[in-house]
């Protein structure tokens, strides 16, 4: 409803037929852009062939309703169909790749279809294009002009209440994750290529709508509005605004589309000469905004607006209590772990067993091979050998996204936390294995219940490790102490039974490192099952009913904390001593 004002907007311009076209274009280059926020601003992956996803579609359209006749409602449903089919191709080629390869990827297939589109002329018409396109109809009127406008505002309108929905979610925060940090949040169930794909689809089909609406309005189709230059231009109004939310790509369309009609008068009569030179201009446009705002200016904006805080949660939250099983049973074994860099044999063949309600402390001296043993056991990285067992289950070689869900939760020797989320929001991160809502549920706002409970469940996580008032704030605001709690937290509401600390007491405080104890030592005493890493001895001893020790690799010792202190291969390997 905060956007029911852009209704409005063509019963303003209705005297001035040149502003509603204006318009028009408006609320079309703002659905591309909305495809970028989804992709971009929370997925973090960049495309330049939006233009070529709204072709695809245009022309789908077009084709459909010129050659065969057929209704341009058929033509909507082949546009988005077809660009669908197209992000799904590429997509599924290209969100596996890293760095700059799908920027190239997608830079190449708009190209590719460019030509296509100029060179397949008994199909496309050619650089000439396809005229006389049918007008959309509805309820048996034309729609053109002031309809037209109104029309394609109230399309923005559900599109933006509907992608809305997405940031305050499950698959939000997931997105926004991923962007991140890929490891963290496949840590918490997220399988990174696929809901990469996904957004790349959303966001296709998204562009794919703007494309059959810029069809109908111009009712003529020709490459020239699908090429790179075009795709640039979305990308490079999406970013000017503000990529990250929905208020600045908004603005960034509105100001780009006035611009470019300003700056299409504007520089010949400066230049003295016509041409394409608001391409140029915007290039100086994109730089000055990314030097001053490079949030986009809509962050600039925002900061002169009083600050909105979240409310706490109240619904009933999901269990956080592990389900009880027979304390000292056997619930995660490892046998014979090898992993090799090259020829760096950083695991040589460990095993050990983990049962369940113990604290099992992995020592070692530096480069033992304590954070690599653990990377394999969460599935973090392949194992060149052994096998890994969750409660009994064989887990080894599966991606952590798919071990986490069996109940095994880790957390890092560096805290991965996402800044921009809230504390609650970092915490709620756990949830996502435990929560369902699809892309479609969520786009339609039928998640609420859903999330409540999740944010809950959150809320009483961090209840439960002391973080309950800073819920709210930005998690860049804890200390570091904090900061290793709220991961904890976010263990917790994941509702992990074996919890996996990678160096939990590194940064703290004495008196943070004894809090952490008395949190840990609860945690076993509630059920849970920990592993733990550190170099803190102090911190192990006082903690750990049993230690596993490595050294290059080798799994030196195994005992109660007494045991293995008196035993000489640790003492050898910590202080040098020699072994009798
Ligand atoms: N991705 C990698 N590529 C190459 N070598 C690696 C990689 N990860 C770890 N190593 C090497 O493997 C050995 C074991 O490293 P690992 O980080 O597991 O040790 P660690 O016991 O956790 O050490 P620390 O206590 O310093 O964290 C080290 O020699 C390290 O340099």
């Known amino acids: 409803m905060r956007y029911a004002w852009l209704l409005l907007l063509p019963f303003l311009f209705l005297p001035f037929p040149y502003y509603l076209t204006l318009l028009t274009f408006f609320a ?18 960049t495309s330049f062939a939006q233009a070529a996803f709204m072709g695809v579609s245009a022309y789908a359209t077009a084709l459909l309703t010129l050659r065969l006749g057929a209704s341009p409602w058929l033509g909507l449903l082949a546009g988005l169909g077809l660009s669908l089919l197209f992000a799904l191709l590429i997509g599924a080629l290209t969100v596996r790749l890293k760095g700059h390869f799908l920027p190239l990827a997608t830079i190449a297939w708009q190209v590719a279809l460019y030509i296509l589109a100029g060179n397949l002329v008994g199909l496309t018409g050619g650089h000439t294009g396809l005229t006389d396109l049918p007008p959309l109809r509805l309820l048996g009127l034309p729609l053109e002009g002031f309809a037209y406008a109104l029309f394609s505002l109230f399309l923005l309108f559900l599109l933006i209440g509907a992608l809305g929905n997405l940031r305050p979610s499950r698959l939000g925060r997931a997105l926004l994750a991923l962007r991140g940090d890929a490891l963290a949040a496949a840590s918490f169930g997220v399988d990174p290529a696929r809901l990469r794909l996904k957004a790349f689809l959303l966001s296709g089909v998204i562009a794919g709508l703007a494309g059959f609406l810029y069809a109908h309005f111009l009712r003529f189709v020709n490459p020239t509005p699908f090429s790179l230059e075009a795709s640039i231009k979305y990308l490079v109004m999406a970013v000017a605004g503000g990529v990250g939310s929905i208020p600045g790509v908004l603005l960034g369309a509105g100001l780009f589309t006035g611009l470019e009609d300003w700056l299409k008068d504007l520089l010949p009569l400066l230049l003295g000469r016509e041409g394409n030179y608001e391409t140029i201009a915007y290039g100086f446009i994109l730089a000055a905004i990314l030097l001053f705002a490079p949030k986009g200016l809509w962050a600039f904006l925002e900061r002169a607006l009083p600050a909105r805080k979240g409310a706490l949660p109240k619904a009933e939250p999901l269990p956080l209590k592990p389900p009880s099983g027979v304390r000292g049973e056997e619930v995660l074994r490892v046998e014979g772990l090898r992993k090799a860099f ?65 109940g095994l939760g880790r957390t890092f020797q560096h805290p991965h936390l996402f800044p921009e989320l809230s504390v609650l929001e970092n915490a709620a991160l756990g949830t996502y294995a435990r929560t369902r809502a699809g892309f479609l549920q969520v786009l339609l706002g039928l998640y609420r219940k859903e999330e409540e409970r999740a944010l809950s469940t959150a809320y009483q996580a961090l209840k439960r490790v002391g973080l309950e008032g800073l819920a709210l704030e930005r998690a860049d605001r804890l200390t570091a102490g904090q900061q290793r709690l709220l991961e904890i937290a976010r263990l917790l509401a994941s509702g992990a039974e074996i919890l996996l600390l990678d160096e939990p007491g590194a940064g703290l405080r004495a008196g943070e490192k004894r809090e952490l104890a008395h949190l840990l030592k609860g945690l076993a005493r509630e059920g849970y099952t920990l592993l733990l890493v550190d170099h803190d001895m102090d911190l192990v001893m006082g903690l750990a009913d049993r230690v596993v020790v490595m050294n290059y690799g080798e799994k030196i010792a195994e005992g109660t904390p007494k045991e293995v202190q008196k035993n000489p291969l640790v003492r050898a390997a910590y202080l040098g001593e020699e072994v009798a």
């Open 342 to 406: 090259g020829g760096l044999l950083a695991v040589a063949g460990v095993s050990f067993a983990l049962r369940r309600g113990e604290i099992l402390a992995l020592i070692g001296p530096n480069g033992a091979g304590k954070s690599t043993t653990f990377n394999l056991v969460t599935g973090a990285i392949p194992p060149d050998g052994g096998r890994v067992f969750l409660f009994g289950r064989e887990v080894t070689g599966l991606p952590p996204y798919r071990i986490h869900p069996l």
């Open 28 to 45: 079309l280059s703002a659905m591309v852009a909305l495809s970028l926020h989804v992709l971009t601003g929370l997925a973090g992956m």
